[in-house]
Every structure is written in structure tokens, then in C-alpha cells.
């Protein structure tokens, strides 16, 4: 047996797409709804789980049956991200309780992760594997197009953006003029991906969007409403309530990013294929 467990709703873009075996040669094309644990086959092979954010408080059940005592299959967690602090409709002042993201994927056999652990203690305990969707080719069509608004906002969809912004920029300020909008809702990757493309920053308190805004070379402004949007290796700038301008200014590039992204994804594979075989 070899399949493939994940999120399986095509309501959020980043989940839908953060699935190894859509890019990648593996076997386990026969997929699994995570929140449907009950669904899932107890039989010898491998189990590719992820991507996305599924290591958090309200999946945790089922991350736990997942790994029920008698499985026979062994798991393999690629590109899996996690949160175990969310303040709705508020922003995070610093990262806190990160040390908590690792626990979700402890038990498994072996675990690519999302979260960076470079500057932490696990940094040894864990691989840097980030969402395979990188390895999309979209990427390489859409990084180069020109833009066509300074800021795009790229809305979580359960969470807004613009709530967070001062009153008196979201409606006067010159800098929001033709400024785009756009979400994480739905299952079309290209057309998420040709609207950050089209935005020279993106304001977003998305994972994805910070992501993929990231992989497309533009710059991107976090509202970190949770704290698995502190764990990325190249980081936004994050929004803290100051001035528009100021986020702007913090903001940068990472030329580099998507082949690192890429380069990270198709070593796990290797390593992988070289541990289990064909999977």
C-alpha cells in the first residue's frame, strides 16, 4: 500500500496543492481525507503525509489515530507545518510557544517539515522540507510577468487583512490606489499565484500567500494571526500596527528561495526513495 493523506478539501488553494504526489513520481496517487481517519487502510506500505498546516490543536485527534498503536503502514510527513497559538482577529507580537510545533509529528517515521528549526534546539531533530508545491512549473512561467499593483492583499480564508489597517491609509492613503485583492479560497493555482505575481508586495496573513509571494521574488508584509507564520526560513516582514510605509520599507526579496525550496524537496525524495523503495 502506498497512498497519499491530506486535507482533502478544495475549499483552501495551499492545502489542495501541498501535495507531494501531484508533483513528484510517487506511488501514492490513491488519496485520504486526514479529517477521515477512519477511512484509512491499516495495511503495509507507506503512508506520504501532507502537506500543509495539519499539526494543530483541532486536528490533533485525528494526527493521533492516524498513528494508531497497530498500524502497519509507516509515515512519511512531507512539507507538514504546524500552529498551536491562534488569536483571531488579533496580530502576534513575537513568535511564541514554538518549541509546541514540533510535537505534533514526534511519532512518525520520518518527518520533512515546513517550520524552520535553524535557530532552535530541534534543529538536528527535524528535516527542512517546505510545501512541495514549489515544484509547480507555474512558478517559472508567472516569476517574471510584470506587475500590475503595488499592493495585493492576500486574505486567509476565515481571517481579514484589513481590519488590522489604520482607518485614515485604508481609505486616503495614495499608497492603497488600484490596490488588488484576493484569498486563499478555492483551488485554482494559477490564479492565485498570477495575483501575488501581479502585486509588488503582498499583504497577507496566509501561509501560502506569504509563501508563494515569496517563491514568485516579491515582497511580502505578514499579519501573523497564528504562530506557525513565524516559521519560515526566508521571513516577510510582519505587520505590528506601524505605519504602511514602514512595512513597505522592511520588506525584501529572496532571489534564491525557489530553487532552495525546490532543491530541499527533491533531496527528501531522494533520501526517501533510497530508504523505502518506491513509494
Known sequence: MHISVFRKHKKNAGDWHSVPARFLPLKGQETFDLAA????????????LGGGGLGR????????????????????????????????????????DMERL????EDMDDVGTRIDFADSPLKNNFCWVP?????????????????????GVYEHLRESVVQHLPRKSRITNRLFEGIGFG?????????????????????T???????????????????????????????????????????????????????????????FYDRMKQKYGDF
Open 205 to 267: 496573513n496566509s501561509y501560502h500567500g506569504v509563501y508563494w509571494a515569496t517563491l514568485l521574488d516579491r515582497k511580502v508584509v505578514c499579519f501573523p494571526f497564528k504562530n506557525g507564520l513565524f516559521s519560515f526560513r526566508h521571513r516577510p516582514a510582519y505587520f505590528h500596527g506601524q505605519s504602511v510605509q514602514d512595512a513597505l520599507d522592511a520588506a525584501r526579496t529572496y532571489p534564491d528561495a525557489l530553487d532552495e525550496c525546490r532543491q530541499a524537496n527533491l533531496e
Open 102 to 105: 514540533s510535537s505534533y509529528f
Open 131 to 151: 510545501c512541495a508545491s514549489c515544484l509547480s512549473p507555474l512558478f517559472d512561467s508567472l516569476r517574471d510577468i510584470p506587475t500590475k499593483r503595488k499592493i
Open 183 to 203: 484569498s486563499n479560497r478555492g483551488s485554482d493555482l494559477e490564479e492565485k499565484l498570477r495575483f501575488l505575481a501581479e502585486s509588488e508586495y503582498v499583504f
Open 37 to 48: 481517519p477512519e477511512t484509512i487502510p491499516n495495511e503495509a506500505g507507506t503512508i506520504v
Open 57 to 96: 490543536p483541532d486536528f490533533e485527534p485525528f494526527l493521533n489515530a492516524l498513528m494508531r498503536p497497530d498500524r502497519k503502514y509507516q509515515v512519511i510527513a512531507w512539507g507538514v507545518g504546524a500552529d498551536s497559538v491562534t488569536k483571531k482577529k488579533e496580530i502576534l507580537s513575537e513568535p511564541t
